[in-house]
T-cell receptor, first 114, second 115 residues
């Protein structure tokens, strides 16, 4: 079975400060990992993914994520937050050798204060 | 390329009625998945279609069904609506069915309210 945990329901950060949204996962094999963002009344938008290779993955809008196999984590980061980054963020995982369907975390609401 | 489109965007129904939601994937995408999103349960997988065949199914009652047409467009149907079916229903498409590292592209969703 595969699972994803986003331990924080909400993250608050001041504009200009670095942000981190946490994600840990569990799969029986090797993972494919994804981050999506959802703005109010919209569908999810793909931000970035880890398949293999470099543990630091760069994505859209200045976001990046670091894959840590030993800690089974895939935290989303951005060096300098913008008010417009305020949204709901979802982490998702697929097991390379397992289910084709991704498992999503429950989401983390990011609030960036001016 | 046009994105994933879903119709209608909003629906209000009463208990006991049935509803059909439609999803048009990105051109060339053959896999379509459906999700239910609620504040309490988060994103829950309903089913996935690939080349007109249901390939995966989530843990939902038989009142929830779907199908995919030869042009990859998909519909989902919910019969005998219950209050708990009120949710945002999201459709997602992706390219090849065999590559699980491909990201999904989501539509804007259909907001269903059951009164």
């Amino acid at each position: 079975a595969q699972s994803v945990a986003q331990p924080e329901d909400q993250v608050n950060v001041a504009e200009g400060n670095p942000l981190t949204v946490k994600c840990t996962y569990s799969v029986s094999g090797n993972p494919y990992l994804f981050w999506y963002v959802q703005y109010p009344n919209r569908g999810l938008q793909f931000l970035l993914k880890y398949i293999t290779g470099d543990n630091l993955v760069k994505g859209s809008y200045g976001f990046e994520a670091e894959f840590n196999k030993s800690q089974t984590s895939f935290h989303l980061k951005k060096p300098s937050a913008l008010v417009s980054d305020s949204a709901l963020y979802f982490c998702a995982v697929r097991d390379k050798g397992g289910s084709y369907i991704p498992t999503f975390g429950r989401g983390t609401s990011l609030i960036v204060h001016p | 390329k046009a994105g994933v489109t879903q119709t209608p965007r909003y629906l209000i129904k009463t208990r006991g009625q049935q509803v059909t939601l439609s999803c048009s994937p990105i051109s060339g995408h053959r896999s379509v998945s459906w999700y239910q999103q609620t504040p309490g349960q988060g994103l829950q997988f309903l089913f996935e279609y690939f080349s007109e065949t249901q390939r995966n199914k989530g843990n939902f009652p038989g009142r929830f069904s779907g199908r995919q047409f030869s042009n990859s467009r998909s519909e989902m149907n919910v019969s005998t609506l219950e209050l708990g079916d009120s949710a945002l229903y999201l459709c997602a498409s992706q390219t090849s069915g065999g590559n699980s590292y491909n990201e999904q592209f989501f539509g804007p969703g259909t907001r269903l309210t059951v009164l």
